[in-house]
């Protein structure tokens, strides 16, 4: 087993961070989402400049390395009074399977309690199965499904997941 690491993201990794999301997107999504709608959404989200944005606006990007190498990474940041969002959480899927997603969300629980919030949401697609068994054994649950529209005729068709926290 690889030494697991979840650390704060350094700016200077925020561009292999981009091309990990380009990496991880294209073998976990065909099939989920077209390819076409893939590369837009990776143009959108995962810039330098809305990354080192996010950063300074209080949205917590992480790092997750097994032997020092990048394979994942997520984003969490304060959304609504008491609530904290995660917004990104990705592995490599030959790391999948290992407990390193439940570790990845048990941090991103640490942090959200000890920021005081009682309870976490996501929004993850309605047919990226995987993810929401993996997310229903972490103690989450289906709230809502909402579809949102991101331009350019793309839809992102998603449940909202919750988990209250012990603040």
Sequence with gaps: ????????????????????????????????????????????????????????????????????????????GPYGDSTIKLHKLYLLPEYHGQGIGARALAEVEGMACASGAARLVLNVNKHNHKAIRSYQRAGWQVAEEVVNDIGNGYVMDDYVMEKNIAA
Aim: proline fraction near 5%.
């Design 1 to 76: 087993m690889p030494q697991i690491s979840i650390t704060p993201l350094e700016p200077s990794s925020i561009d292999e961070l981009i091309a990990l999301a380009r990496r991880i997107w294209h073998a976990h999504y065909p099939g989920i989402i077209t390819v076409e709608q893939i590369d837009y959404m990776l143009e959108r989200g995962y810039t330098r400049q809305l990354i080192e944005d996010e950063l300074k606006a209080g949205v917590h990007w992480l790092n997750i390395s097994a032997d020092g190498a990048m394979i994942g990474f997520a984003a969490l």
